[in-house]
């Protein structure tokens, strides 16, 4: 069974930045897509940004022009990071056989 393991989460100042990884303990075939996912407490889970196996990205309303998934890693680069973006942050690799999630990685951003 593949796992997947965030890194690179943190506390940090309003207005700083942080850069999470997601790392799979083996290889993933006919990958449909690669996301970013996070949940606050007593909200949802909801799609923070998504890059498809064609390139094609989405990102949430609230984070747009802030951050930035990349297709090679699926890095997650956060900038001018809010107090509202704390949340726990969890990646998630879509193939054509099975969804795979990682455990999350806290994101704390104070005021």
């Known amino acids: 069974q593949v796992r997947l393991v965030e890194s690179g989460g943190g506390l940090v100042q309003a207005g700083g930045s942080l850069r999470l990884s997601c790392v799979a303990s083996?290889?993933?075939?006919?990958?449909?897509?690669k996301g970013w996912y996070r949940q606050a407490p007593g909200k949802q889970r909801e799609l923070v940004a998504e890059?498809?196996?064609g390139g094609g990205t989405k990102y949430a309303d609230s984070v747009k022009g802030r951050f930035t998934i990349f297709r090679d890693n699926m890095d997650l680069q956060m900038v001018s990071l809010k107090p509202e973006d704390t949340a726990v942050y969890y990646c998630?690799?879509?193939?054509?056989?099975?969804?795979?999630w990682g455990q999350g990685t806290q994101v704390t951003v104070s005021s």
């Open positions: 083996g290889s993933i075939f006919s990958i449909l897509a």
């Open positions: 890059i498809t196996n």
């Open positions: 998630r690799i879509t193939s054509n056989l099975y969804d795979y």
